[in-house]
């Protein structure tokens, strides 16, 4: 069983999901955060790949008409609105969003990029566990000496916690970095740069080192998920949990 890394961190998150959204296709429209987080991550991408190729990023100007057009493109689709956005309006929404979107860019542009010199963009990695794997691609990958670090960006509404890049899905790109990956004699970390939407704005960036505890964990994970799909076993995370009572597919859930 292959699980695209979307998919198995909506397993993480609630297996119900899972089998709404990805086995029987019920729509999961994105809030507008998950909107202003595509945008921002869309366009830092679009800046790595500029870097990686020019040495470079676009200057100011191109980078506010691609953040535009990326907030345009998002808002052609299904939103799923809070009754206080839809209260006010689509319009109100988008400019808010490409304002916080454009704000946190600059930020990016400013804090981050500076220190980011990649020597590769959308690189695929495969994590296996047995027979079943996890796939999808790194956002660049960079390297100091002997050491390779896989970054990646999120956007927040609040501070990580301290340890949250150990929990959270990212670990997924640690699939990818064995020593069989590179060669034996390099070694792999994970970065995370979060932008904090926040006033003020802010940038928290967390690593972790790749070890083989945490290659076993993510192992097991996947098993247990790969066992629950094969025998059609989806059960909620925690029915009383905040995500079950904020979450978009809550109509349609037989366990709320």
């Not at 955060?33 to 990023?57: D, Y």
Request: hydrophobic letters at 40%.
């Amino acid at each position: 069983m292959i699980f695209p890394a979307p998919a198995f961190a909506r397993f993480v998150r609630c297996p119900v999901i899972y089998d709404l959204h990805d086995l029987q296709g019920v729509p999961m429209p994105p809030t507008t955060r998950q909107v202003l987080s595509r945008i921002v991550r869309g366009e830092v991408k679009r800046e790595l790949q500029s870097k990686l190729a020019t040495q470079a990023i676009p200057d100011a100007r191109g980078a506010r008409l691609s953040v535009e057009q990326l907030s345009q493109e998002q808002f052609a689709q299904d939103i799923a609105y809070t009754p206080d956005e839809a209260a006010r309006g689509q319009r109100t929404a988008f400019e808010r969003t490409l304002t916080r979107a454009w704000a946190l860019v600059g930020l990016w542009r400013a804090a981050v990029a500076p220190r980011i010199e990649p020597i590769a963009t959308d690189a695929a990695y495969e994590f296996k566990a047995r027979e079943h794997s996890i796939t999808g691609y790194f956002e660049c990958v960079t390297q100091d000496g002997n050491r390779l670090t896989a970054r990646s960006t999120r956007v927040r509404s609040r501070r990580p916690a301290k340890d949250e890049t150990a929990q959270n899905q990212v670990l997924f790109l640690l699939g990818k970095a064995s020593p069989d990956a590179r060669g034996a004699c390099l070694s792999w970390d994970v970065t995370v740069d979060y932008l904090i939407d926040s006033d003020p704005l802010s940038v928290e960036t967390q690593s972790v080192e790749r070890s083989e505890s945490i290659r076993v964990a993510l192992q097991e994970r996947v098993l247990n998920a790969a066992r629950a799909v094969e025998a059609g076993v989806f059960t909620p995370t925690d029915p009383q949990n905040w995500k079950c009572l904020s979450c978009s597919l809550r109509e349609c859930c037989r366990f709320v």
